[in-house]
């Protein structure tokens, strides 16, 4: 696609439900990022994925959160029982190469998760 | 391991005033810096990127950054303030981490909040 999509634009759920988070990333790019941006907090990285290498989930706050990559492409972020602290705006990122490090990302919109 | 600094959390301008954003970061090598910007509701995008070379770096929108080494800093300038620029900015640093092994993560500053009055 031309951008970074990410669905559902906002997410309002019950704690202790589970949620999924859409990410699409530009095609061809083999990068893809997760980051999760609380109010005042800046960005908090999430999980990386590269290509068929083994992600860098060093970011991942609790064994609740979880992500996949199928394909090489869409990711799915998985929040399980969500709790009130979960609630963020959840950004993707993705890159041409392993090097977004080097190059920067591309970002999508991201997904507001609100847990009442 | 590295970091960024945004010392000012919110900043405001008045329309057609300077602007000048302040962003100090700690990495072990040379670092890639870069600036993004965020406006309400959207995600990051790209203003400029810093790899090597020349110390003052141009973007889009009118913005430049100068890299101080000796500072540790990169901050971001702009001459002439729009009401358009409102928005949030923020400082990263990427390059090679611990082991050089990997290039992939940028890492983040908490971001300043620009408002621009009339």
């Known amino acids: ?34 980051y999760r941006q609380s109010l005042g907090q800046g960005l908090e ?6 290509g068929n290498s083994a992600p860098d989930k060093s970011g991942l706050p609790s064994d609740r959160f979880s992500a996949e990559r199928t394909g090489g492409s869409v990711s799915t972020l998985t ?38 | 391991a590295q970091s960024v ?3 000012d959390i ?8 300077s602007l000048e954003l302040r962003c100090n970061y700690s990495y072990g090598a040379t670092p890639y810096l870069f600036w ?5 509701g959207q995600g990051l995008q790209l203003l400029l990127k810093y790899f090597s070379g020349d110390t003052l770096v141009q973007g889009i929108k009118g913005f430049e950054a100068e890299f101080k080494r000796s500072q540790s800093s990169f ?17 990263a640093v990427g390059g090679p981490d611990a082991g050089g092994t990997s290039y992939g993560k940028l890492t983040f500053g908490q971001g ?3 408002t621009v009055h009339p």
């Open chain 2, 36 to 40: 993004y910007v965020q406006s309400p």
């Open chain 1, 45 to 50: 990285f999430l999980i990386y994925f590269q």
């Open chain 2, 5 to 7: 600094t945004q010392p």
């Open chain 2, 10 to 17: 919110h900043i405001t301008v008045s329309e057609g005033a």
């Open chain 2, 112 to 114: 300043t909040i620009l």
């Open chain 1, 1 to 34: 696609g031309a951008g970074v999509s990410q669905s559902p634009s906002n997410k309002v759920t019950e704690k202790g439900k589970d949620v999924e988070l859409r990410c699409d990333p530009i095609s061809g790019h083999t990068a893809l990022y997760w």
């Open chain 1, 79 to 116: 929040i399980q029982r969500t709790q009130q602290e979960d609630s963020a705006v959840y950004l993707c990122a993705s890159s041409p190469s392993s090097a977004g490090g080097i190059y920067g990302y591309t970002f999508g919109s991201g997904t507001r998760l609100t847990v009442v």
């Open chain 2, 75 to 91: 901050n971001l300038r702009k001459p002439s303030v729009h009401w358009s620029d409102a928005a949030e900015y923020f400082c």
